[in-house]
């Protein structure tokens, strides 16, 4: 089979690589065509890549192109994970919405709606492509705003989207070991939408253990969202939250800690990778142990703001081992390569799976993969609480998916008004007249009132 990676020359491609040189099942993938618009990123990712590749009988080889069509050709499966205009855009969303006093992270708040406005234009016209050069091809996205993108790209692909995230997964493995159980056998409860979820019900051997978990300070403290959260607030929801919904539950200390900081998330990654992709270029060795090095300053690193805010101390050594979304996909692929059902939380259109949207909105919960791709499967309404919520970030995504489709400076406007995130009607038309005038990439939206 061959895979084709859009954003080959982004950092965490390696981790996908890896998690393919372990695959020796049939049907696995046997080749993988890297495609990015930089060249010097390509070369840098190409050398970690063939360290990998070191001593690996079988391992997939590797080709690179910065011809999008090219790269498309006979895929059997795309895994999109751009970044439109580099981290040099992130932390223009992020500084943009600091600078009014609101938050500026990639896929929350206003920063997610810059991201959104930027990317989708970009992620339409890939659709498009996907649909002419290989309309048999499997879409595996991981772009961010992760749930956004994928319902955009559903319009032109339908069914054949898929969108991944490693955050649910992460969630359920951290409960499982609170639990001292193997997170194989645990059946999750899971609803929401891309970094907006919560975790209900917590299944083994066909009892919910999640009471109980919710009951004992220590295993509940145990975990990075018992941390982040406090115990008392995640009880008084009855559920565990994505590590996500900080930003909204904490919004007033996000942003207090965000900016604090020294330098924002996105600058400290512009900065850390810009390192990496100049150390590793040219050398013939050298380059795995300089990415796993970046690697692990990355993922000690994830969400340190928050943590810090909450009190919630460094993150637990076992959430900065691998099997993160590179493994979610791997299992996504197989499933459907050789129809092998499994169960997996995976971003999909609706079809009446949870209540209070519509079919054709994209939503994350649990799925049964199979040969036909990826079916939702019904899940219990959610806590009007978080239906509301819910039903508000989803009017955003709507509105920015409206905007890259047609234009609309109202509909964009609009996206950032009705955040929740946001509070003004001002502050959004400050926010978008800002983000236009230091994004090239938002030029497309009109000028009308």
Same mark, same amino acid.
């Given at each position: 089979?061959?895979?084709?990676?859009?954003?080959?020359?982004?950092?965490?491609?390696?981790?996908?690589?890896?998690?393919?040189?372990?695959?020796?099942?049939?049907?696995?993938?046997?080749?993988?065509?890297?495609?990015?618009?930089?060249?010097?990123?390509?070369?840098?990712?190409?050398?970690?890549?063939?360290?990998?590749?070191?001593?690996?009988?079988?391992?997939?080889?590797?080709?690179?192109?910065?011809? @999008?069509?090219?790269?498309?050709?006979?895929?059997?499966?795309?895994?999109?994970?751009?970044?439109?205009?580099?981290?040099?855009?992130?932390?223009?969303?992020?500084?943009?919405?600091?600078?009014?006093?609101?938050?500026?992270?990639?896929?929350?708040?206003?920063?997610?709606?810059?991201?959104?406005?930027?990317?989708?234009?970009?992620?339409?016209?890939?659709?498009?492509?996907?649909?002419?050069?290989?309309?048999?091809?499997?879409?595996?996205?991981?772009?961010?705003?992760?749930?956004?993108?994928?319902?955009?790209?559903?319009?032109?692909?339908?069914?054949?989207?898929?969108?991944?995230?490693?955050?649910?997964?992460?969630?359920?493995?951290?409960?499982?070991?609170?639990?001292?159980?193997?997170?194989?056998?645990?059946?999750?409860?899971?609803?929401?939408?891309?970094?907006?979820?919560?975790?209900?019900?917590?299944?083994?051997?066909?009892?919910?253990?999640?009471?109980?978990?919710?009951?004992?300070?220590?295993?509940?403290?145990?975990?990075?969202?018992?941390?982040?959260?406090?115990?008392?607030?995640?009880?008084?929801?009855?559920?565990?939250?994505?590590?996500?919904?900080?930003?909204?539950?904490?919004?007033?200390?996000?942003?207090?800690?965000?900016?604090?900081?020294?330098?924002?998330?996105?600058?400290?990654?512009?900065?850390?990778?810009?390192?990496?992709?100049?150390?590793?270029?040219?050398?013939?060795?050298?380059?795995?142990?300089?990415?796993?090095?970046?690697?692990?300053?990355?993922?000690?690193?994830?969400?340190?703001?928050?943590?810090?805010?909450?009190?919630?101390?460094?993150?637990?050594?076992?959430?900065?081992?691998?099997?993160?979304?590179?493994?979610?996909?791997?299992? @996504?692929?197989?499933?459907?390569?050789?129809?092998?059902?499994?169960?997996?939380?995976?971003?999909?259109?609706?079809?009446?799976?949870?209540?209070?949207?519509?079919?054709?909105?994209?939503?994350?919960?649990?799925?049964?993969?199979?040969?036909?791709?990826?079916?939702?499967?019904?899940?219990?309404?959610?806590?009007?609480?978080?239906?509301?919520?819910?039903?508000?970030?989803?009017?955003?995504?709507?509105?920015?998916?409206?905007?890259?489709?047609?234009?609309?400076?109202?509909?964009?406007?609009?996206?950032?008004?009705?955040?929740?995130?946001?509070?003004?009607?001002?502050v959004a038309r400050r926010l978008l007249d800002e983000y236009r005038n230091r994004?090239?990439?938002?030029?497309?939206?009109?000028?009308?009132?």
């Amino acid at each position: 089979m061959k895979l084709t990676i859009l954003g080959g020359g982004g950092f965490r491609v390696p981790l996908v690589y890896r998690a393919l040189l372990a695959d020796h099942d049939p049907g696995r993938v046997t080749r993988v065509t890297l495609h990015d618009l930089d060249a010097r990123r390509l070369d840098a990712i190409g050398r970690v890549l063939a360290e990998q590749a070191g001593g690996v009988p079988d391992a997939p080889v590797v080709d690179a192109t910065t011809d @999008l069509d090219e790269a498309l050709r006979d895929a059997d499966f795309v895994f999109s994970a751009i970044r439109v205009h580099g981290l040099e855009g992130r932390v223009i969303d992020e500084r943009v919405a600091l600078a009014e006093g609101v938050l500026g992270q990639e896929t929350v708040g206003a920063g997610g709606v810059a991201y959104g406005l930027r990317t989708l234009p970009v992620a339409l016209h890939i659709a498009e492509r996907i649909a002419a050069v290989a309309p048999q091809a499997w879409v595996i996205n991981f772009t961010n705003p992760a749930g956004m993108v994928t319902e955009a790209m559903s319009r032109r692909l339908g069914d054949r989207v898929i969108g991944i995230c490693d955050s649910p997964a992460g969630l359920g493995k951290r409960v499982a070991r609170a639990l001292g159980a193997d997170p194989r056998t645990v059946r999750l409860d899971y609803a929401g939408l891309n970094h907006l979820g919560w975790l209900r019900r917590v299944e083994i051997d066909g009892v919910d253990r999640l009471p109980g978990l919710l009951a004992d300070d220590t295993a509940l403290l145990s975990l990075e969202e018992g941390r982040l959260f406090g115990a008392d607030w995640i009880r008084t929801l009855g559920a565990i939250p994505n590590e996500y919904l900080h930003y909204y539950y904490f919004g007033r200390e996000g942003v207090a800690a965000a900016g604090g900081a020294a330098q924002t998330r996105g600058a400290f990654l512009l900065d850390q990778q810009s390192r990496f992709y100049a150390s590793v270029a040219g050398c013939d060795t050298g380059a795995l142990s300089a990415w796993r090095a970046t690697l692990l300053e990355r993922e000690t690193t994830y969400m340190a703001e928050n943590r810090e805010a909450a009190g919630a101390g460094d993150r637990h050594e076992g959430d900065l081992e691998s099997g993160g979304y590179e493994q979610i996909a791997l299992a @996504l692929m197989r499933a459907i390569a050789l129809d092998q059902r499994a169960t997996l939380i995976l971003n999909v259109r609706n079809r009446g799976a949870l209540a209070g949207l519509d079919d054709d909105a994209v939503v994350e919960v649990p799925c049964t993969v199979g040969a036909g791709g990826a079916r939702a499967t019904a899940v219990g309404p959610l806590a009007d609480h978080a239906a509301a919520l819910v039903a508000s970030v989803k009017a955003v995504d709507r509105a920015v998916i409206e905007a890259a489709a047609t234009g609309s400076r109202q509909a964009a406007l609009r996206a950032f008004a009705v955040h929740p995130l946001v509070d003004s009607v001002a502050v959004a038309r400050r926010l978008l007249d800002e983000y236009r005038n230091r994004l090239p990439q938002l030029g497309y939206l009109s000028q009308e009132p």
